[in-house]
């Protein structure tokens, strides 16, 4: 069994939204795109730990700012009809597929379709019934005359419109949550079922150091003991049994006894019903208290938690709760579990990263299978570039913005399942490396041919725009020769990102048409722009573009560190003329990655006078405007 689809409304980021998951979800995007709020909205519905149940009643900051607005000014308008006003409402809906029969017999009650493939259950935080709109309404609309009346219209009117906005209340504390099975908007979800699901969570701020000791009953170890059955640990009492008589025989605690009796009989009367002896008695602890005794040592020569690395007990942390749901009978009561880990990779090298994550899946597969265990699902977000390429891309989801809008967009999803679909999918798997991988935490992306364009257009982007891409959150992929199309499909397949091409004309050649089909095949994708220099190569188009002038002067001092014996002989033979294309570029045509390095290091020092080619600069205008 697996959650197939969470739609989310009006709750923190999520406007409307909605998402397919899979048994096994690696959910990327750039930060502060929604992925912890994803995790957070299933706990809503899943978890039972008490921190979620907590959690369950929202605050005015869990709303989606737009929706709070949009209320209050709707509320400042006295013109604003107050029976047209609806208060707003967060809804977390969560559908599961594909359970077996011991699972059906807890989520029967919450059948959500006719053919009983799918059920439902529903998180929602909404008014109470007894809420009187119109009362709140009117009540908030009359502080507001009041207050302006107090300070005078005038000055009312002066004020920001946040300012004004803040004046109104929100009646938080008359909502309310419920969870509901099916799609019966009455019908509660049976607890005990309920409870039957869990949510498991490691949040990226977890505190490794402290889950890994027992100490607490919230404690992670203590959770991952206590799931045993108390019987299993009976045998411990036993070791216990002799330990009473130890302590009475025991020198030091005879005399810390005596010692007390001492004192006791100065300041204290004795009768004959009652003397002062005082004693000390042993009391064999339940299996909990046992528990909490425990913590993990880590290595042939026991290392204690506190004195390892924050990277190994990260690992030591994720390992503890996946020993946790590797076996389904550790849970006990436990029919399903989804497992969220955000950012795995915390405080790992990338060998261990990409060691990980070359290991995560098989966690939740049945042994030798392809197939998903029924009763675990993963969902894994990350930053990490390793961790993003080793997951397999059917089972990535980049979040993104589509204008206002929070979209996903699975990585290979729309690619067909014909032979050069098939071809293409291969590239993909082949070339998005950990550094291209980029373009799925970007929101804008710059293809390129090669390692040139792809060391100087950070330069040109910052002559002209006086930003670094990294400021403008984009990035600039080497497609290794003429491999556009492998990923522009995924632009046009559904990822709406600002997509800008450059290429070569390659004129004269037996390539020469590869530009103009590019262009004429993506032309109605909106999200593409494709660039073409007008001199055969990028390089060519670069000195025609600085032949003269100050610029013709930079060229000449790279060519002098590229080529030191030939450049120097071209400089001196070119004197006061223009630099000729056809002249220059033989110089540099087998040298072209160092001489992009060398003018790469001379723009950063100074690239005044220098110019940009016209293509690449109309280039950089479609992606700024």
Request: aromatic residues 10%; glycine residues 4%.
């Amino acid at each position: 069994m697996y959650v197939n689809r969470l739609e989310i409304e009006n709750y923190r980021n999520f406007k409307n939204f909605s998402i397919d998951l899979k048994p096994l979800t690696l959910v990327i995007g750039e930060n502060n795109v929604g992925k912890s709020n994803l995790l957070d909205s299933l706990g809503l519905i899943f978890s039972q730990e008490v921190s979620f149940f907590k959690k369950r009643t929202l605050e005015v900051s869990d709303f989606n700012y737009d929706s709070i607005v949009a209320l209050k000014r709707k509320i400042l308008d006295s013109a604003f009809p107050i029976e047209d006003i609806e208060y707003p409402f967060i809804k977390i809906s969560a559908t599961l597929t594909d359970w077996n029969l011991d699972q059906e017999s807890v989520i029967s009650e919450w059948f959500c379709n006719e053919d009983y493939t799918e059920a439902k259950l529903t998180y929602t935080f909404s008014p109470v019934s007894t809420f009187n709109k119109a009362e709140e309404i009117q009540g908030q609309r009359d502080f507001i005359q009041k207050y302006k009346e107090e300070i005078s219209e005038d000055k009312f009117s002066k004020l920001k419109e946040k300012e004004v906005l803040d004046l109104i209340n929100f009646p938080i504390s008359r909502y309310h949550y419920s969870i509901i099975g099916g799609n019966q908007n009455d019908t509660q979800a049976n607890i005990y079922h309920l409870n039957q699901l869990k949510f498991e969570l490691l949040d990226a701020l977890r505190d490794a150091k402290s889950e890994l000791t027992a100490s607490h009953n919230n404690r992670l170890l203590f959770r991952v003991l206590n799931s045993k059955d108390e019987n299993e640990y009976q045998d411990l009492k036993t070791q216990l049994v002799g330990l009473q008589d130890a302590i009475e025989k025991n020198d030091a605690i005879k005399s810390i006894k005596e010692g007390i009796s001492t004192q006791l009989d100065k300041i204290s009367l004795s009768t004959d019903d009652s003397k002062n002896i005082v004693d000390l008695i042993f009391s064999i602890p339940n299996i909990e208290d046992l528990l909490k005794k425990l913590s993990l040592i880590y290595g042939e020569d026991p290392v204690r938690i506190e004195r390892n690395g924050t990277g190994r007990n990260n690992l030591l942390f994720i390992s503890l709760i996946l020993s946790f749901i590797e076996d389904p009978k550790k849970a006990q009561t436990s029919f399903f579990r989804i497992v969220g880990i955000e950012e795995p990779e915390s405080h790992l090298h990338a060998n261990l990263q990409n060691h990980l994550a070359n290991n995560i899946e098989q966690l939740i597969k049945e042994n030798d299978s392809k197939d998903y265990r029924k009763d675990i699902q993963l969902i894994l977000t990350s930053h990490s570039n390793h961790i993003s390429t080793k997951i397999d891309f059917d089972n990535t989801v980049v979040l993104y913005h589509k204008g206002d809008l929070l979209t996903p967009h699975y990585i290979l999803s729309g690619f067909k399942k014909d032979a050069h679909s098939t071809k293409m999918v291969r590239y993909l798997r082949k070339y998005l490396d950990a550094e291209n991988i980029n373009l799925f935490y970007s929101k804008k992306i710059v293809l390129v041919e090669g390692i040139s364009e792809k060391l100087l257009f950070p330069i040109f982007y910052k002559i002209q725009t006086t930003q670094t891409i990294e400021e403008t959150s984009c990035s600039v992929v080497s497609v290794n020769g003429l491999a556009f199309k492998n990923f522009l499909e995924i632009i046009r397949n559904g990822f709406h990102t600002k997509c800008l091409v450059l290429t070569d004309s390659d004129k004269d050649t037996k390539a020469e048409d590869r530009a103009e089909n590019l262009d004429v095949e993506y032309k109605g994708v909106p999200e593409i722009d494709i660039r073409v220099s007008s001199k055969s190569t990028f390089e060519k188009d670069l000195i025609a573009s600085n032949n003269t002038g100050g610029s013709k002067n930079i060229l000449l001092e790279v060519i002098k560190i590229v080529r030191p014996n030939a450049g120097k002989e071209y400089a001196d033979k070119l004197g006061e003329d223009d630099i000729e294309v056809e002249g220059y570029f033989q110089l540099i045509e087998k040298f072209k990655s160092d001489f992009a390095y060398q003018l790469m290091i001379r723009l950063e020092k100074d690239s005044t006078n220098f110019n940009v080619p016209e293509y690449i600069l109309n280039g950089i205008i479609y992606l700024t405007t």
